[in-house]
C-alpha cells in the first residue's frame, strides 16, 4: 500500500491559503484519476483510492497535529508514504521532491515525523516564498494566494504525484521536476 498525505487546514476559513497548497495538489491529483476525496465516518481524514493500492489522504487534524491521522493506517512504511506539502524557502511555482530529511521547521512534518518514530518518507514541497518584510510567518502562510505562480506550482506538484502513481520511481521524478518551472 502507498499512502500520499496532502497537508493542510481543514474548512473554508483556510481555503486557498498558501499553508493548504498539499490539499490543493492532492485534490488537483484525485480529479485526475476521476475519484472523489471523502471523510471516513467518525475519523479525521478524507481519502480516496487509486488503482488497488494507493490512498490519497487529507489529514482534517490540522496542520500542526497532521500525524494523527497514521493511526489509521498501522503497518504503512514510511518509505511507502509520500508527503506534499508548503515550503517557504521555494519560490511560487517551483516544487522540490526529496525523500527523508528532517522537518525544516514545518510543524506538519514535524508531527508526522514525531509519530513515524521516522523521517524516511517522500516529500513534495511546493514553493510559497518568504513573507514580505513585516508580515508573521503564520499570517503568510495562513493568508491566501491566487497568483498564477502559486497554481502553477499546485499543478506541477499534483503531475508529479501522477507519474509516481503510474509507476515512474521516485527518482526518475525528481529528475523530471525538481526545482523547475512547469512551463
Known amino acids: 500500500m502507498q499512502l500520499i498525505l496532502g497537508l493542510g487546514n481543514p474548512g473554508t476559513k483556510y481555503a486557498n491559503s498558501r499553508h493548504n497548497v498539499g490539499f490543493d495538489a492532492l485534490e488537483a491529483c484525485a480529479a485526475f484519476f476521476q475519484v472523489?476525496?471523502?471523510k471516513r465516518c467518525f475519523r479525521l481524514y478524507r481519502q480516496a483510492k487509486v488503482?488497488?493500492?494507493?490512498?490519497?489522504?487529507?489529514?482534517?487534524?490540522?496542520?500542526?497535529?497532521s500525524g494523527e491521522v497514521m493511526?489509521?493506517?498501522?503497518g504503512v512504511k514510511p518509505e511507502d508514504i509520500?508527503?506534499?506539502?508548503?515550503?517557504?524557502?521555494?519560490?511560487?511555482?517551483?516544487?522540490r521532491i526529496r525523500r527523508g530529511g528532517g522537518s525544516a521547521g514545518h510543524n506538519g512534518l514535524k508531527s508526522l515525523i514525531g509519530v513515524l518514530g521516522s523521517s524516511d518518507f517522500t516529500r513534495i514541497?511546493?514553493?510559497?516564498?518568504?513573507p514580505a518584510e513585516g508580515v508573521s510567518v503564520v499570517d503568510h502562510v495562513l493568508s491566501r494566494d491566487s497568483s498564477l505562480a502559486?497554481?502553477?506550482?499546485?499543478m506541477l506538484a499534483s503531475?508529479?504525484?501522477?507519474?509516481m502513481i503510474k509507476g515512474k520511481s521516485t527518482e526518475e521524478v525528481m529528475l523530471a521536476y525538481n526545482r523547475?518551472?512547469?512551463?
Open 51 to 65: 488503482g488497488g493500492s494507493v490512498f490519497l489522504v487529507e489529514p482534517l487534524t490540522y496542520m500542526n497535529n
Open 82 to 95: 509520500v508527503v506534499v506539502c508548503d515550503q517557504m524557502d521555494l519560490p511560487p511555482g517551483l516544487i
Open 150 to 154: 502559486l497554481q502553477e506550482g499546485v
Open 159 to 163: 503531475a508529479a504525484l501522477q507519474d
Open 125 to 130: 514541497y511546493i514553493g510559497i516564498g518568504r
Open 71 to 74: 493511526q489509521y493506517f498501522l
Open 36 to 38: 472523489h476525496l471523502r
Open 180 to 183: 523547475r518551472n512547469r512551463s
